[in-house]
């Protein structure tokens, strides 16, 4: 899979052109997990609990960065795309609710996992 498009800014001053993916820094899963605990709880409830909050972040972070995740859920459903992934999870977010899906669980999770390292070892739910 190739990286995700190139998107170019342009600064006002010096009329130049800069590589967006240059100013991504590349960030570690367990960073990802505290710069993003939302959008980490929202793919966990997005996966119907299938991935930890290692997990999860490790998806965001592999979209981020444009690679691709093996991931059992990922390669199934999104054809090893994970950034398809994190945008459903985003878009479908008010949608979040009820067994399996729930948000504040995963929230709970995810804050637990940045707070001790305590995580599921298999899926969230279980």
């Given amino acids: 899979m190739k990286g995700i498009s190139t998107k170019m800014m342009f600064r006002s001053k010096r009329k130049e052109v800069i590589d967006v993916h240059n100013l991504v820094k590349e960030l570690s899963v367990q960073e990802t997990m505290k710069r993003y605990p939302l959008i980490t709880a929202h793919i966990i409830s997005e996966s119907l609990g299938y991935a930890t909050p290692t997990r999860?972040?490790?998806?965001?972070?592999?979209?981020?960065?444009?690679?691709?995740?093996?991931?059992?859920?990922?390669?199934?459903?999104?054809?090893?795309?994970?950034?398809?992934?994190?945008?459903?999870?985003?878009?479908?977010?008010?949608?979040?609710?009820?067994?399996m899906a729930e948000f504040k669980v995963a929230k709970a999770l995810v804050e637990r996992a940045i707070k001790d390292g305590k995580e599921p070892e298999l899926a969230s739910w279980f």
């Fill in 56 to 99: 999860a972040a490790r998806i965001l972070k592999d979209a981020r960065e444009g690679r691709q995740n093996y991931c059992e859920w990922i390669d199934a459903c999104y054809n090893r795309n994970p950034l398809k992934a994190v945008q459903d999870a985003i878009i479908c977010r008010h949608n979040h609710s009820g067994y």
